[in-house]
């Protein structure tokens, strides 16, 4: 079966680091890019960046620039999202999510079950 | 870079009812525009690539259209799982932006 599985749900204080995880199964990981999203609480959906496994090409939204790193280890076909100072705006869900084809320009057709993040003193 | 506006931001309407709701481009993003349905508590799902062509296993009562910085999802036939909040997407190049999302509710 095609999926990607993320890491559990993560409660943490401020100024700690996190690093969530996106396993991909059941296709060739290092052909497909993975995006990563946030959404806030009751908000919408934002794009945060996305990375070729194969290469570890990566790309960020000026949003999210120097916030977060996005990694890939394809030895365990796991993508990453890491923060080193996490913040209370950082609470939200996210989610990871492969492109339907082999290429930068496609959109996402299969998505990870969503990792929470809650970040409070 | 790139912004995404989606109107109107929630809409109410009678099943059985045909519904569009629009996603505007402040340049042109060709047919790079995909159309997601998210339903309360659940992850978002693929409903239309490339602007117009749906995604597998998608009713054929949603559809899409438009090209550049135009584009429109139409429900054909509104039914009560249909209640979601649906977004665009362009995707030909970074930043991957979302629109603001359309919430629609029945009447």
């Known amino acids: 079966e095609v999926q990607l599985v993320q890491s559990g749900a993560e409660v943490k204080q401020p100024g700690e680091s996190l690093k969530i995880s996106c396993e991909g199964s059941?296709?060739?990981?290092?052909?497909?890019?993975i995006d990563w999203v946030r959404q806030m609480p009751g908000k919408g959906l934002e794009w945060m960046g996305t990375?070729?496994?194969?290469?570890?090409?990566?790309k960020y939204s000026p949003s999210f620039q120097g916030q977060v790193s996005i990694s890939a280890d394809t030895s365990i076909t796991t993508a990453y999202l890491q923060w080193s100072s996490l913040k209370a705006s950082d609470t939200a869900m996210y989610y990871c999510?492969?492109?339907?084809?082999?290429?930068?320009?496609?959109?996402?057709?299969?998505w990870g079950q969503g990792t929470l993040v809650t970040v409070s003193s | 870079d790139i912004q995404m506006t989606q109107s109107p931001s929630s809409l109410s309407a009678s099943v059985g009812d045909r519904v569009t709701m629009t996603c505007r481009a402040s340049?042109?993003?060709?047919?790079?525009l995909a159309w997601y349905q998210q339903k309360p508590g659940k992850v978002p799902e693929l409903l239309i690539y490339?602007?117009?062509t749906l995604q597998s296993g998608v009713p054929s009562r949603f559809s899409g259209s438009g090209s550049g910085t135009d584009f429109t999802l139409t429900i054909s036939s509104l039914q009560p799982e249909d209640v979601a909040i649906y977004y665009c997407?362009?995707?030909?190049?970074?930043?991957?932006?979302f629109g603001q999302g359309t919430k629609v509710e029945i009447k």
């Open positions: 490339a602007a117009s």
């Open positions: 059941g296709y060739t990981f290092t052909n497909y890019w």
């Open positions: 999510a492969r492109h339907a084809e082999s290429g930068y320009n496609y959109a996402p057709d299969l």
């Open positions: 340049q042109g993003i060709s047919s790079y």
């Open positions: 997407q362009k995707y030909n190049s970074a930043p991957r932006t």
């Open positions: 990375i070729f496994p194969g290469d570890s090409d990566t």
